[in-house]
């Protein structure tokens, strides 16, 4: 499967736990992008990377979430002291640099529960 | 920021009918508006896209319309079929797509055989 993809794909945590998401581009794709999604609604943005670098960060990241993205590969996600709003469908979505290259494709999604 | 509005929320057409969905953008500077597909469960699929140099763009029962005056743009599905039930989600963005999108809030369409 060459698609983007993400682990874990559900994930149920009691409030107050950290929790780790992954993220797998498609291989070529120098760009990626993490969404939030609640029921529905849209996909909102929160963070975006080209290769390593994290180059914008919504208002929605507080200081209790932070992405990596070390070798321009894989990106994580992490929540920290983890809250009941912050129960949603969390998406990564990957695209290729310059114009006619831009379309974002999605992952599959983590879903999150906390209780 | 980018503000995108969608409507309608619900629509249910008759299999064979045309289905229209709407949204409205508020910043001028966008000139990339992708449209995704999401079934039940699923991620969001790419449908089509327009850039803001164009002002119709279609794919087989597909089409969408750009109107950069009144800053909006239409999906158009023609002789819908039971496989196009799904929520759709319009976006738009600034630069060409190579920054985040900024979606609606989405329309579940239902085709009624």
């Given amino acids: ?115 | 920021g980018e503000n995108v509005e969608q409507h309608p929320s619900t629509l249910s057409v008759q299999e064979g009918d045309s289905a229209v969905i709407k949204c409205t953008y508020s910043d001028s500077a966008s000139n990339y508006f992708p449209w995704y597909k999401q079934e039940l469960g699923k991620r969001p699929q790419l449908i089509i896209d327009i850039r803001s140099n164009v002002g119709e763009k279609k794919d087989q029962r597909i089409a969408v319309t750009l109107n950069k005056t009144a800053k909006h743009f239409s999906l158009h599905i023609t002789e819908t079929q039971p496989e196009d039930s799904a929520v759709y989600f319009c976006a738009a963005n600034p630069n060409f797509g190579n920054e985040k999108l900024t979606f609606g809030t989405g329309t579940r369409l239902t085709i009624i055989p």
């Fill in chain 1, 1 to 115: 499967d060459t698609g983007v993809s993400q682990n874990p794909r559900h994930k149920i945590t009691k409030r107050g736990q950290n929790v780790t998401f992954r993220c797998d581009p498609i291989s070529e794709h120098n760009r990626l992008y993490w969404y939030r999604q609640t029921l529905g609604q849209g996909p909102e943005f929160l963070t975006y990377f080209q290769n390593e670098a994290q180059l914008e960060k919504s208002r929605l990241l507080s200081d209790r979430f932070s992405a990596e993205r070390p070798k321009g590969s894989f990106s994580t996600l992490e929540i920290q002291r983890t809250e009941q709003g912050d129960s949603a469908m969390y998406l990564c979505a990957s695209s290729a640099a310059g114009r006619g290259q831009e379309t974002q494709y999605f992952g599959p999604g983590t879903r999150l529960l906390v209780l």
